[in-house]
Protein backbone atom coordinates (compact mmCIF):
# COMPACT_ATOMS: atom_id res chain seq x y z
CA UNK A 1 0.00 0.00 0.00
CA UNK A 2 1.30 3.14 -0.98
CA UNK A 3 1.91 5.80 2.21
CA UNK A 4 0.30 9.04 2.12
CA UNK A 5 2.51 11.87 0.98
CA UNK A 6 3.17 14.98 3.02
CA UNK A 7 2.22 18.58 1.97
CA UNK A 8 5.87 19.48 1.50
CA UNK A 9 6.14 16.54 -1.03
CA UNK A 10 7.25 17.41 -4.38
CA UNK A 11 4.79 15.35 -6.77
CA UNK A 12 6.44 12.99 -9.28
CA UNK A 13 6.03 13.92 -12.62
CA UNK A 14 4.68 10.57 -13.81
CA UNK A 15 2.00 10.97 -11.02
CA UNK A 16 1.17 14.38 -12.42
CA UNK A 17 0.71 13.50 -15.99
CA UNK A 18 -1.12 10.14 -14.78
CA UNK A 19 -3.75 12.66 -12.84
CA UNK A 20 -4.30 14.67 -16.58
CA UNK A 21 -4.81 11.34 -18.10
CA UNK A 22 -7.04 10.61 -15.74
CA UNK A 23 -8.86 13.95 -16.15
CA UNK A 24 -9.15 13.59 -19.71
CA UNK A 25 -10.37 10.53 -20.35
CA UNK A 26 -12.87 11.00 -18.08
CA UNK A 27 -14.40 14.03 -19.19
CA UNK A 28 -13.99 12.33 -22.55
CA UNK A 29 -16.68 10.33 -22.51
CA UNK A 30 -19.49 13.05 -22.29
CA UNK A 31 -18.83 14.09 -25.66
CA UNK A 32 -18.47 11.14 -27.44
CA UNK A 33 -21.82 10.88 -28.94
CA UNK A 34 -22.39 14.79 -30.20
CA UNK A 35 -20.93 13.75 -33.51
CA UNK A 36 -22.46 10.71 -33.40
CA UNK A 37 -26.40 11.58 -32.85
CA UNK A 38 -27.24 11.30 -36.54
CA UNK A 39 -26.03 8.20 -36.93
CA UNK A 40 -27.70 6.36 -33.92
CA UNK A 41 -30.65 8.26 -34.57
CA UNK A 42 -30.84 6.60 -38.06
CA UNK A 43 -29.99 3.21 -36.31
CA UNK A 44 -32.40 3.27 -33.40
CA UNK A 45 -35.13 4.70 -35.83
CA UNK A 46 -36.30 7.41 -33.68
CA UNK A 47 -36.02 11.39 -34.35
CA UNK A 48 -33.34 13.26 -33.79
CA UNK A 49 -34.90 16.05 -31.31
CA UNK A 50 -35.19 12.46 -28.85
CA UNK A 51 -31.57 11.72 -29.89
CA UNK A 52 -30.50 14.84 -28.30
CA UNK A 53 -31.84 13.38 -24.92
CA UNK A 54 -28.45 11.64 -24.63
CA UNK A 55 -26.19 14.65 -24.56
CA UNK A 56 -28.95 16.27 -21.97
CA UNK A 57 -28.91 13.39 -19.79
CA UNK A 58 -24.78 13.04 -19.79
CA UNK A 59 -25.28 16.91 -18.88
CA UNK A 60 -27.43 16.03 -16.17
CA UNK A 61 -25.39 13.69 -14.86
CA UNK A 62 -22.59 15.65 -14.89
CA UNK A 63 -24.09 18.27 -12.94
CA UNK A 64 -25.65 15.66 -10.39
CA UNK A 65 -22.10 14.37 -10.14
CA UNK A 66 -20.50 17.68 -9.31
CA UNK A 67 -23.07 18.77 -6.88
CA UNK A 68 -23.28 15.56 -5.05
CA UNK A 69 -19.81 13.33 -5.75
CA UNK A 70 -17.56 15.76 -5.87
CA UNK A 71 -17.58 17.34 -2.59
CA UNK A 72 -17.13 13.76 -1.77
CA UNK A 73 -12.78 14.15 -3.02
CA UNK A 74 -12.87 16.54 0.93
CA UNK A 75 -14.17 13.25 2.74
CA UNK A 76 -13.41 10.30 1.27
CA UNK A 77 -9.89 8.38 0.58
CA UNK A 78 -9.27 9.40 -2.79
CA UNK A 79 -7.46 6.98 -4.50
CA UNK A 80 -10.45 4.90 -3.76
CA UNK A 81 -12.94 7.14 -4.92
CA UNK A 82 -11.28 8.09 -8.17
CA UNK A 83 -10.99 4.51 -8.95
CA UNK A 84 -14.26 3.50 -7.43
CA UNK A 85 -16.32 5.83 -9.82
CA UNK A 86 -13.92 5.11 -13.00
CA UNK A 87 -15.11 1.20 -12.51
CA UNK A 88 -18.57 2.77 -12.25
CA UNK A 89 -17.82 4.46 -15.78
CA UNK A 90 -17.10 1.51 -17.11
CA UNK A 91 -19.66 -0.49 -16.66
CA UNK A 92 -21.82 2.47 -18.26
CA UNK A 93 -20.25 2.18 -20.81
CA UNK A 94 -20.64 -1.14 -21.76
CA UNK A 95 -24.27 -0.84 -21.33
CA UNK A 96 -24.26 2.21 -23.75
CA UNK A 97 -22.62 0.25 -26.38
CA UNK A 98 -25.18 -2.99 -26.02
CA UNK A 99 -28.19 -0.39 -25.46
CA UNK A 100 -31.33 -1.67 -27.22
CA UNK A 101 -32.77 0.90 -27.28
CA UNK A 102 -32.64 5.15 -26.66
CA UNK A 103 -34.13 4.96 -23.34
CA UNK A 104 -31.00 2.19 -22.02
CA UNK A 105 -28.50 4.19 -24.03
CA UNK A 106 -29.90 7.32 -22.11
CA UNK A 107 -29.57 5.94 -18.85
CA UNK A 108 -26.37 4.45 -19.75
CA UNK A 109 -24.94 8.14 -20.46
CA UNK A 110 -26.74 9.56 -17.35
CA UNK A 111 -24.65 7.32 -15.22
CA UNK A 112 -21.25 7.96 -17.13
CA UNK A 113 -22.22 11.64 -16.73
CA UNK A 114 -22.36 11.44 -13.36
CA UNK A 115 -18.58 9.02 -12.85
CA UNK A 116 -16.77 11.62 -15.31
CA UNK A 117 -16.51 13.87 -12.77
CA UNK A 118 -13.84 12.20 -11.78
CA UNK A 119 -12.15 14.70 -13.82
CA UNK A 120 -13.23 17.36 -11.00
CA UNK A 121 -11.63 14.86 -8.32
CA UNK A 122 -8.52 14.76 -9.84
CA UNK A 123 -7.92 18.35 -10.19
CA UNK A 124 -7.96 19.38 -6.34
CA UNK A 125 -6.30 15.71 -5.57
CA UNK A 126 -3.27 16.92 -7.50
CA UNK A 127 -3.29 20.58 -5.82
CA UNK A 128 -3.31 18.78 -2.52
CA UNK A 129 0.01 15.86 -3.67
CA UNK A 130 1.74 19.00 -5.32
CA UNK A 131 4.74 21.40 -2.98
CA UNK A 132 3.54 24.96 -2.79
CA UNK A 133 6.33 25.75 -5.67
CA UNK A 134 4.92 23.78 -7.99
CA UNK A 135 1.26 23.82 -7.32
CA UNK A 136 0.09 26.46 -9.83
CA UNK A 137 2.15 24.12 -12.97
CA UNK A 138 0.56 20.97 -11.62
CA UNK A 139 -2.79 21.90 -11.86
CA UNK A 140 -2.44 23.71 -15.38
CA UNK A 141 -0.97 20.39 -16.43
CA UNK A 142 -4.04 18.70 -14.93
CA UNK A 143 -6.48 21.10 -16.25
CA UNK A 144 -4.40 20.39 -19.73
CA UNK A 145 -5.44 16.97 -19.64
CA UNK A 146 -9.09 17.82 -19.25
CA UNK A 147 -9.67 20.27 -21.67
CA UNK A 148 -7.22 17.83 -24.29
CA UNK A 149 -9.86 15.26 -23.78
CA UNK A 150 -12.76 17.41 -24.44
CA UNK A 151 -11.51 18.49 -27.81
CA UNK A 152 -10.38 15.23 -29.29
CA UNK A 153 -13.28 13.21 -28.04
CA UNK A 154 -15.74 14.13 -30.36
CA UNK A 155 -12.83 13.30 -33.48
CA UNK A 156 -11.87 10.28 -31.97
CA UNK A 157 -15.72 8.89 -31.74
CA UNK A 158 -15.89 10.23 -35.44
CA UNK A 159 -13.12 8.28 -36.76
CA UNK A 160 -14.22 4.95 -34.72
CA UNK A 161 -17.69 4.91 -35.80
CA UNK A 162 -17.18 5.76 -39.50
CA UNK A 163 -15.20 2.52 -39.15
CA UNK A 164 -16.32 0.20 -36.37
CA UNK A 165 -19.94 1.79 -36.03
CA UNK A 166 -21.05 4.21 -32.93
CA UNK A 167 -21.42 1.16 -30.68
CA UNK A 168 -17.22 0.61 -30.87
CA UNK A 169 -16.62 4.06 -29.50
CA UNK A 170 -18.04 3.02 -25.82
CA UNK A 171 -16.84 -0.45 -25.87
CA UNK A 172 -13.32 1.03 -26.38
CA UNK A 173 -14.01 3.28 -24.03
CA UNK A 174 -15.05 0.69 -21.21
CA UNK A 175 -11.39 -1.13 -22.19
CA UNK A 176 -9.30 2.61 -21.64
CA UNK A 177 -10.96 3.23 -18.43
CA UNK A 178 -10.83 -0.01 -16.86
CA UNK A 179 -7.10 -0.32 -17.95
CA UNK A 180 -6.89 3.03 -16.32
CA UNK A 181 -8.82 2.34 -13.38
CA UNK A 182 -5.98 -0.90 -12.76
CA UNK A 183 -3.15 1.81 -13.12
CA UNK A 184 -4.28 3.99 -10.81
CA UNK A 185 -5.47 1.48 -8.24
CA UNK A 186 -1.26 0.64 -8.17
CA UNK A 187 0.35 3.82 -8.95
CA UNK A 188 -1.66 6.68 -6.86
CA UNK A 189 -1.11 7.14 -3.24
CA UNK A 190 -3.11 7.16 -0.41
CA UNK A 191 -4.79 10.86 0.34
CA UNK A 192 -7.18 12.14 2.74
CA UNK A 193 -7.98 15.32 4.32
CA UNK A 194 -7.52 15.62 7.53
CA UNK A 195 -9.95 17.73 9.80
CA UNK A 196 -12.79 17.84 6.76
CA UNK A 197 -16.11 18.28 8.51
CA UNK A 198 -19.37 16.01 7.48
CA UNK A 199 -20.63 15.45 4.01
CA UNK A 200 -23.83 17.30 5.07
CA UNK A 201 -21.61 20.13 6.60
CA UNK A 202 -20.18 20.52 3.16
CA UNK A 203 -23.55 20.68 1.07
CA UNK A 204 -25.04 23.01 3.62
CA UNK A 205 -22.26 25.46 2.88
CA UNK A 206 -22.28 24.77 -1.16
CA UNK A 207 -26.26 26.04 -0.44
CA UNK A 208 -25.04 29.02 1.64
CA UNK A 209 -22.41 30.04 -0.63
CA UNK A 210 -25.25 29.82 -3.56
CA UNK A 211 -27.78 32.08 -1.65
CA UNK A 212 -25.09 34.95 0.06
CA UNK A 213 -22.52 35.19 -2.67
CA UNK A 214 -23.49 37.90 -5.23
CA UNK A 215 -20.40 37.40 -7.15
CA UNK A 216 -21.03 33.34 -7.32
CA UNK A 217 -24.70 34.20 -8.15
CA UNK A 218 -23.94 36.30 -11.13
CA UNK A 219 -20.85 34.31 -12.53
CA UNK A 220 -22.96 31.06 -12.37
CA UNK A 221 -25.43 33.05 -14.43
CA UNK A 222 -23.12 33.91 -17.20
CA UNK A 223 -21.34 30.96 -17.19
CA UNK A 224 -24.92 28.47 -17.27
CA UNK A 225 -25.88 31.04 -20.79
CA UNK A 226 -22.83 30.82 -22.33
CA UNK A 227 -22.45 27.06 -21.52
CA UNK A 228 -26.33 26.68 -22.91
CA UNK A 229 -26.07 27.84 -26.40
CA UNK A 230 -22.62 26.08 -26.75
CA UNK A 231 -24.11 23.20 -26.08
CA UNK A 232 -26.96 24.39 -28.30
CA UNK A 233 -24.49 24.30 -30.99
CA UNK A 234 -22.88 21.26 -30.91
CA UNK A 235 -25.49 18.92 -29.87
CA UNK A 236 -27.31 19.98 -33.26
CA UNK A 237 -24.48 20.56 -35.52
CA UNK A 238 -24.04 17.02 -36.30
CA UNK A 239 -28.02 16.73 -37.78
CA UNK A 240 -26.57 20.26 -39.72
CA UNK A 241 -23.00 18.67 -41.41
CA UNK A 242 -24.53 14.79 -41.65
CA UNK A 243 -27.56 16.86 -43.84
CA UNK A 244 -27.67 19.29 -46.97
CA UNK A 245 -25.56 20.78 -48.19
CA UNK A 246 -22.83 18.74 -46.26
CA UNK A 247 -23.43 15.40 -46.53
CA UNK A 248 -20.23 14.31 -44.05
CA UNK A 249 -19.54 11.62 -42.32
CA UNK A 250 -18.91 11.39 -38.74
CA UNK A 251 -15.47 11.19 -39.44
CA UNK A 252 -15.37 14.77 -40.71
CA UNK A 253 -17.83 16.01 -38.26
CA UNK A 254 -15.98 14.57 -35.06
CA UNK A 255 -13.01 16.51 -37.19
CA UNK A 256 -14.66 19.90 -35.78
CA UNK A 257 -14.27 19.03 -32.38
CA UNK A 258 -10.50 20.21 -33.04
CA UNK A 259 -11.58 23.73 -34.51
CA UNK A 260 -12.27 24.17 -30.48
CA UNK A 261 -8.34 24.36 -30.00
CA UNK A 262 -9.08 28.67 -30.21
CA UNK A 263 -10.33 27.52 -26.36
CA UNK A 264 -6.63 26.35 -25.51
CA UNK A 265 -5.35 29.88 -26.61
CA UNK A 266 -8.37 31.83 -24.44
CA UNK A 267 -7.68 30.16 -21.27
CA UNK A 268 -4.11 31.81 -20.53
CA UNK A 269 -4.89 34.87 -21.59
CA UNK A 270 -8.21 35.46 -20.01
CA UNK A 271 -6.22 34.17 -17.13
CA UNK A 272 -3.63 36.49 -16.89
CA UNK A 273 -6.20 39.27 -17.93
CA UNK A 274 -8.20 38.64 -14.50
CA UNK A 275 -5.00 38.54 -12.20
CA UNK A 276 -3.97 41.90 -13.50
CA UNK A 277 -7.69 43.25 -12.42
CA UNK A 278 -9.28 43.20 -16.16
CA UNK A 279 -12.20 40.78 -15.00
CA UNK A 280 -14.31 43.79 -15.32
CA UNK A 281 -13.35 44.73 -18.99
CA UNK A 282 -12.80 41.37 -20.00
CA UNK A 283 -16.56 40.01 -18.91
CA UNK A 284 -17.90 42.21 -21.57
CA UNK A 285 -15.74 41.16 -23.91
CA UNK A 286 -15.93 37.72 -24.14
CA UNK A 287 -19.62 37.63 -23.25
CA UNK A 288 -20.06 40.16 -27.08
CA UNK A 289 -17.92 37.50 -28.73
CA UNK A 290 -19.77 35.00 -28.06
CA UNK A 291 -22.77 36.78 -29.00
CA UNK A 292 -21.07 37.89 -32.36
CA UNK A 293 -19.94 34.28 -33.12
CA UNK A 294 -23.58 33.41 -34.05
CA UNK A 295 -23.72 35.31 -37.14
CA UNK A 296 -20.90 33.44 -38.77
CA UNK A 297 -22.13 30.09 -37.54
CA UNK A 298 -25.72 31.12 -38.77
CA UNK A 299 -24.11 32.07 -42.49
CA UNK A 300 -22.58 28.53 -41.90
CA UNK A 301 -25.81 26.68 -42.43
CA UNK A 302 -24.77 26.56 -46.32
CA UNK A 303 -20.40 28.05 -46.29
CA UNK A 304 -17.86 26.22 -44.16
CA UNK A 305 -15.39 29.04 -43.87
CA UNK A 306 -18.12 31.26 -41.95
CA UNK A 307 -18.91 28.12 -39.99
CA UNK A 308 -15.40 27.66 -38.54
CA UNK A 309 -14.71 30.81 -38.39
CA UNK A 310 -18.07 31.11 -36.19
CA UNK A 311 -17.09 27.93 -34.14
CA UNK A 312 -13.28 30.14 -33.81
CA UNK A 313 -15.01 32.59 -32.17
CA UNK A 314 -17.64 30.93 -30.11
CA UNK A 315 -14.77 28.77 -28.66
CA UNK A 316 -12.81 31.53 -27.66
CA UNK A 317 -15.56 33.54 -26.02
CA UNK A 318 -16.93 30.37 -24.18
CA UNK A 319 -13.88 29.14 -22.73
CA UNK A 320 -12.25 32.86 -22.22
CA UNK A 321 -15.13 33.58 -20.13
CA UNK A 322 -15.03 30.76 -18.02
CA UNK A 323 -11.63 30.91 -17.00
CA UNK A 324 -12.70 35.00 -16.28
CA UNK A 325 -15.59 33.38 -14.11
CA UNK A 326 -13.46 31.02 -12.16
CA UNK A 327 -10.86 33.06 -11.44
CA UNK A 328 -13.77 36.01 -10.39
CA UNK A 329 -15.35 33.25 -7.88
CA UNK A 330 -11.89 31.91 -6.46
CA UNK A 331 -11.11 35.09 -4.97
CA UNK A 332 -14.45 35.42 -2.27
CA UNK A 333 -12.47 32.51 0.10
CA UNK A 334 -10.12 30.00 -0.80
CA UNK A 335 -10.97 28.13 2.16
CA UNK A 336 -14.25 27.13 -0.11
CA UNK A 337 -12.72 26.55 -3.17
CA UNK A 338 -14.20 22.89 -3.83
CA UNK A 339 -17.62 24.03 -2.58
CA UNK A 340 -17.55 27.12 -5.35
CA UNK A 341 -16.66 24.78 -7.72
CA UNK A 342 -19.12 22.49 -7.26
CA UNK A 343 -22.00 25.08 -6.86
CA UNK A 344 -21.11 27.69 -9.97
CA UNK A 345 -20.21 24.28 -12.04
CA UNK A 346 -23.55 22.33 -11.22
CA UNK A 347 -25.62 25.53 -12.63
CA UNK A 348 -23.06 25.56 -15.38
CA UNK A 349 -23.62 22.09 -17.09
CA UNK A 350 -27.82 22.80 -16.24
CA UNK A 351 -27.26 25.77 -18.36
CA UNK A 352 -25.84 23.31 -20.86
CA UNK A 353 -28.91 20.66 -20.74
CA UNK A 354 -30.69 23.58 -21.06
CA UNK A 355 -29.27 24.59 -23.80
CA UNK A 356 -29.14 21.09 -25.35
CA UNK A 357 -32.86 20.29 -25.90
CA UNK A 358 -34.11 23.36 -26.43
CA UNK A 359 -31.74 23.62 -29.05
CA UNK A 360 -32.93 20.44 -30.41
CA UNK A 361 -36.38 21.55 -30.18
CA UNK A 362 -36.01 24.62 -32.25
CA UNK A 363 -33.81 22.54 -34.91
CA UNK A 364 -36.55 20.23 -35.65
CA UNK A 365 -39.08 23.25 -35.95
CA UNK A 366 -37.27 26.02 -37.48
CA UNK A 367 -34.11 24.49 -38.69
CA UNK A 368 -30.48 26.05 -38.26
CA UNK A 369 -31.74 29.59 -38.16
CA UNK A 370 -33.74 28.79 -34.72
CA UNK A 371 -30.78 27.36 -33.35
CA UNK A 372 -29.07 30.46 -33.61
CA UNK A 373 -31.48 32.95 -32.73
CA UNK A 374 -31.43 30.20 -29.15
CA UNK A 375 -27.80 30.31 -28.96
CA UNK A 376 -27.76 34.51 -29.24
CA UNK A 377 -30.51 34.61 -27.05
CA UNK A 378 -28.55 32.64 -24.33
CA UNK A 379 -25.79 35.36 -24.27
CA UNK A 380 -27.97 37.99 -24.59
CA UNK A 381 -29.73 37.18 -21.13
CA UNK A 382 -25.85 37.34 -19.92
CA UNK A 383 -25.16 40.59 -21.14
CA UNK A 384 -28.66 41.68 -19.73
CA UNK A 385 -28.01 40.61 -16.55
CA UNK A 386 -24.58 42.25 -16.84
CA UNK A 387 -25.93 45.51 -17.31
CA UNK A 388 -28.20 45.26 -14.71
CA UNK A 389 -25.38 44.18 -12.05
CA UNK A 390 -22.83 46.71 -13.30
CA UNK A 391 -25.62 49.45 -12.80
CA UNK A 392 -26.91 48.09 -9.55
CA UNK A 393 -23.12 48.78 -8.33
CA UNK A 394 -23.15 52.29 -9.99
CA UNK A 395 -25.67 53.10 -8.20
CA UNK A 396 -25.01 51.61 -4.54
CA UNK A 397 -21.58 53.09 -5.04
CA UNK A 398 -23.30 56.62 -5.49
CA UNK A 399 -25.65 56.13 -2.38
CA UNK A 400 -22.55 55.67 -0.65
CA UNK A 401 -20.71 58.58 -1.50
CA UNK A 402 -23.98 61.35 -1.15
CA UNK A 403 -23.83 59.63 2.16
Sequence with gaps: MHSP????????R???LLLAVTAGTAVASNYYAQPLLAIISHHLNVTRRATSLLVTSSQVGYALGLAAVVPLGDLLERRRLITGLLGISAIGLFAAAFSPNLVVLAMASLIVGVTSVVAQVAVPFSASLAAEHERGLVVG???SGLLIGMLTARTFAGFVADYLGWRAIYILAALLVFALVCVLH???PVHREIGVPSYSHLMKSVWHLLRTERVLQHRSIYGACVFAGFSAFWTTASFLLSGSPYHYSARIIGLFGLVAVSGVIASPVAGRLADRGWARYQTPAFLLCTLVSWLPIALGADSLAWLVFGIIL????????QITNQSEIYRLNPGSRSRLTTGYMTLYFLGGAIGSQTGAAMYERFGWNGVCWTGAG???IALIVLIITENTKKNRQSSAISR
Excluded: K, N
Excluded at 314 to 321: A, E, I, K, L, T
Design 141 to 143: TVM
Design 5 to 12: LRESDSIQ
Design 378 to 380: FVA
Design 186 to 188: REL
Design 314 to 321: MDFGVHGM
Design 14 to 16: RLV
